[in-house]
């Protein structure tokens, strides 16, 4: 039998998320502590759109590997797709508590920190 996990790997980095959604779903059932399974079908879930459906895969991966930086990333970018700014913004600061040094997390915080700054401001006038 095929190793689902490499199977679903070999789809995702071929551009084919929808196709690796199923194994992917299928590993989670059959390994509910797998996190890499979980942070992979987060991935697969927001590259076709499913945003909230990634947040939980990316909630269950940070679950089970709460000191990995760049799952707290990852749920952070799913959050402010899903147009979820505030929590978005609380994923990146917990990446960064973790890894201070993590550049996509400074990034990603202090650009969304900005928008969420002015947005408070443009409603105060």
């Not at 939980?56 to 590997?65: D, I, K, M, S």
Request: no cysteine; hydrophobic share 45%.
């Amino acid at each position: 039998m095929p190793d689902l996990f490499e199977e679903a790997k070999s789809l995702l980095d071929a551009g084919d998320a929808a196709g690796a959604v199923p194994l992917l779903e299928e590993l989670t059932r059959q390994e509910p502590d797998n996190w890499r399974a979980f942070a992979h079908l987060g991935v697969a879930y927001a590259k076709v759109g499913h945003y909230e459906t990634a947040i939980g895969a990316f909630q269950r991966a940070v679950e089970l590997n709460p000191n990995a930086a760049n799952l707290r990333y990852n749920l952070g970018q799913a959050y402010e797709f899903a147009g979820v700014p505030e929590q978005a913004l609380h994923a990146y600061d917990q990446a960064l508590e973790i890894r201070p040094d993590y550049p996509l997390a400074q990034q990603a915080f202090l650009r969304l920190k900005k928008k969420l700054d002015e947005q408070a401001a443009s409603t105060e006038l």
